[in-house]
């Protein structure tokens, strides 16, 4: 589904990922792990296309298609969701709304005709059952004095929405407690499917307890260093990242 | 004919100076070689004209007078006083009932006249009364607007442009509030041509308060220019201003506000807000926020700033899909939704909305 090849990107002229290659396929669940400045959420924010970082090589393909040649919302339509670390707030833009231009952005995209309303807040109530926001939340302004939990939940409750092929978890679990990550979590679990596939950024092996990963990268100065099985998680969280470093001076 | 003579003067002279700073008077004005009446209806009926007060020989007279000051100095304040005077020498005058909402239309339709119109609006002591006074020009308006607000009387008023292909556009407010009365203001322009509002505003009793807000976005090579004058000449009154705008493309807006306390407005409360967004990298915004206090026990504040569309809201909506024209044009409805959120009437919040998000919201 995912296949990224020798990619380099830089943000600020500064080289963040020098040489990234993986490749992941429907139903994989991947986690990248790695000491703070390795690259994990460039990583994220250059799949995503964000506008901040400029890609100098490589390539990355979804489905088949030069997913480094779309624009933000054409990757997002094309299946690219991104759980951000630190949801943005937009005051003055009702859940609602945004949410109805985000759906409805899709479906044109897809040669479909707009949702009426109606099916809409069908659509809406539906996902808010499965998982477990507060129905109040979609009534605020997007992300407007939400607490941090109320924000991660919030962003499953998009992923849900807009049913992504590649879901990509940027550090969901900072700033949840137990409660809400189990929660946020369970949501992931839930909207899993044989079709999707995710990946999953961390620090700590406690979100993988939830969320169970096929695969378990490094990524260490830009470039991926390691790869194992989910037992790895068990032995950083015991050793730490020194080990690796060691061996990968650079 | 003399009239004729003195208005084309006053229409090829190129007003410079301070109070025109930021409309280009001559533009403005541009191709129109004589004024005649705009219409003006109520409740979609012609509103009756009242008679001139002097007889016209002594109206021609008093003119000729002005016009030689105003050639003098085109910038002078009194050029568009002239100019209305000229035009019409009648205007209409409204008693607002208690109670009730009276929907006034200017239109100035196509051709190459100042369209003018004068109105003056009168609402009773102790009434409660609401106007939404809808503005639209195809050509060039000039208005001007006289509002009294009686002792312990209160008006809420909406003056709005919505039209898409509105042209020149200029009103002239004064409003003189009485004791214990309460105004509620709205100027709405959605990308006229050209549109400058002047708004003078005057307290002369205790216990008054004026809300005084003003929303815009122009786009294209568009002005909009906003100039405000609070008077605070009584005591213990309070007033406050907010006034939002969105510039796109090579468009332009300014604001321009002064709050003047005179030295018996004692315990005035009153402040002044001005945010302009620039929408794109050539757009521009100015603004003039002003306060000139002549009382010493006072509260009175200013704050004037020009930002940007945020980009992590504008990335952050577009990795939902929502593509950019559109994600600009939410955070640009959400920036000014603040002030759509202060008009009192539905019916004019939800056609507003409805302009600003390009989407109909009536269904959600």
């Known amino acids: ?250 | 004919m003399q009239q004729r003579n003195h208005l084309k003067q006053i229409l090829e002279a190129t007003p410079k100076g301070e109070h025109f700073l930021y409309t280009d008077m001559a533009q403005a004005l541009a191709g129109l070689s004589s004024a005649r009446p705009a219409a003006i209806t109520l409740a979609g009926k012609p509103l009756p004209l009242e008679e001139p007060e002097a007889d016209n020989e002594t109206r021609l007279a008093t003119l000729d007078a002005i016009a030689d000051t105003v050639v003098a100095d085109p910038a002078s304040p009194l050029y568009l006083d002239f100019l209305a005077n000229a035009a019409t020498p009648s205007g209409a005058r409204l008693t607002l009932a208690a109670g009730t909402r009276a929907d006034i239309a200017v239109h100035a339709p196509e051709g190459d006249d100042l369209r003018v119109q004068r109105l003056v609006v009168d609402v009773p002591s102790l009434a409660s009364a609401d106007a939404v006074l809808r503005i639209s020009s195809r050509s060039a308006l000039l208005l001007q607007l006289k509002v009294n607000i009686g002792q312990g009387a209160s008006l809420r008023l909406v003056v709005l442009q919505d039209g898409l292909d509105d042209k020149r556009i200029l009103t002239r407010t004064t409003v003189d509030l009485q004791a214990h009365s309460r105004a509620e203001l709205t100027y709405v322009n959605l990308d006229p041509q050209l549109a400058r509002n002047e708004v003078k505003c005057a307290i002369h009793g205790a216990g008054a308060d004026l809300r005084l807000n003003g929303l815009y976005v122009v786009a294209a090579d568009h002005t909009v220019d906003n100039e405000t004058l609070v008077e605070h000449h009584a005591g213990h009154s309070s007033s406050s201003q907010l006034f939002k705008g969105i510039a796109h493309d090579n468009a332009r807006m300014a604001f321009g506000g002064l709050i003047l306390v005179k030295p018996d407005a004692q315990k005035t409360s009153a402040e002044q807000t001005n945010r302009h967004m620039l929408a794109s990298t050539t757009a521009r915004a100015f603004a003039k926020p002003q306060l000139e206090i002549y009382a010493d026990d006072v509260k009175c504040s200013h704050g004037a700033t020009t930002g940007q569309i945020d980009p992590a809201q504008l990335f952050y909506m577009r990795q939902r899909g929502i593509d950019e024209a559109t994600a600009r044009r939410l955070l640009a409805a959400a920036f000014v939704g603040e002030v759509v959120d202060t008009i009192p009437f539905e019916d004019v919040k939800t056609s507003i909305r409805s302009r600003l998000t390009g989407q109909d919201e009536a269904s959600l």
């Not at chain 1, 990224?4 to 080289?15: F, G, Q, R, S």
């Not at chain 1, 809406?124 to 939990?149: H, Q, Y």
């Not at chain 1, 695969?215 to 690796?244: N, P, Q």
């Open chain 1, 1 to 250: 589904m995912l296949s990224i090849k020798d990619l380099h990107a830089t943000v600020d002229n500064k080289e963040i990922l020098r040489g990234i290659n993986l490749e992941v396929k429907p139903g994989e669940t991947h986690a990248i792990m790695g000491p703070n400045g390795s690259g994990k959420s460039t990583l994220s924010a250059v799949l995503a296309g964000n506008p901040a970082y400029t890609v100098t090589a490589g390539s990355v393909t979804l489905n088949g298609k030069d997913l480094l040649a779309m624009k933000p919302e054409d990757r997002a339509n094309e299946g690219v969701f991104l759980s951000f670390q630190y949801p943005v707030e937009i005051p003055g833009v009702s859940m609602a709304n945004f949410m109805k231009a985000a759906v409805n952005g899709k479906r044109k995209y897809q040669g479909l005709d707009p949702l009426s309303a109606s099916d809409f807040l069908k659509l809406m109530n539906e996902k808010k059952k499965l998982v477990e926001i507060d129905s109040k939340l979609t009534n605020r302004a997007v992300n407007e004095g939400f607490s941090g939990g109320e924000k991660k939940k919030n962003e499953i409750f998009q992923m849900a929405m807009l049913q992504p092929c590649l879901r990509i978890l940027d550090e969901t679990d900072s700033g949840l407690d137990i409660d809400a990550l189990r929660i946020v979590a369970n949501g992931v679990n839930k909207l899993k499917t044989p079709e999707n596939a995710t990946i999953v950024i961390t620090h700590y092996q406690r979100l993988l307890d939830y969320i169970v990963p096929d695969f378990i990268h490094i990524l260490y100065h830009g470039r991926i260093v390691m790869t194992a099985d989910k037992s790895l998680a068990l032995d950083l969280e015991k050793r730490g990242y020194d080990w690796i470093k060691e061996q990968f001076p650079d």
